[in-house]
């Protein structure tokens, strides 16, 4: 089991940057990967960034070069960090883990990111 807890969102003005951090705690040993998602209203869920435990990332083609995912391995905690926030960055934002030989994905709660214009 793995238990994931993000934090960071709020509410920022386009052109602004936030940090989204997740923590995760349980089995972490056994993290093969983590990431990042959101969804806004009406939407579907969509990948932002992916970060593997070799430290290899890629990201949506909206994000790239605005958004830096990295991870700190001994705090078990995956960052966002998000620069030139545009309204359409607005949504909810979870966090993922991917563990175990199946890769089973356990997700965080969400937190929600509003940038105005």
């Known amino acids: 089991q793995v238990h994931l807890v993000e934090s960071g969102g709020g509410l920022v003005q386009a052109g602004g940057s936030l940090r989204l951090s997740c923590a995760a705690s349980?089995?972490?040993?056994?993290?093969?990967?983590m990431g990042w998602y959101r969804q806004a209203p009406g939407k579907q869920r969509e990948l932002v960034a992916h970060?593997?435990?070799?430290?290899?990332?890629n990201y949506a083609d909206s994000v790239k070069g605005r958004f830096t995912i990295s991870r700190d391995n001994a705090k078990n905690t995956v960052y966002l960090q998000m620069n030139s926030l545009k309204p359409e960055d607005t949504a909810v934002y979870y966090c993922?883990?991917?563990?175990?030989?199946?890769?089973?994905?356990?997700w965080g709660q969400g937190t929600q990111v509003t940038v105005s214009s």
């Open positions: 993922s883990a991917e563990v175990g030989p199946t890769w089973y994905d356990y």
């Open positions: 349980g089995s972490t040993f056994v993290i093969n990967a």
């Open positions: 970060i593997t435990s070799g430290g290899s990332t």
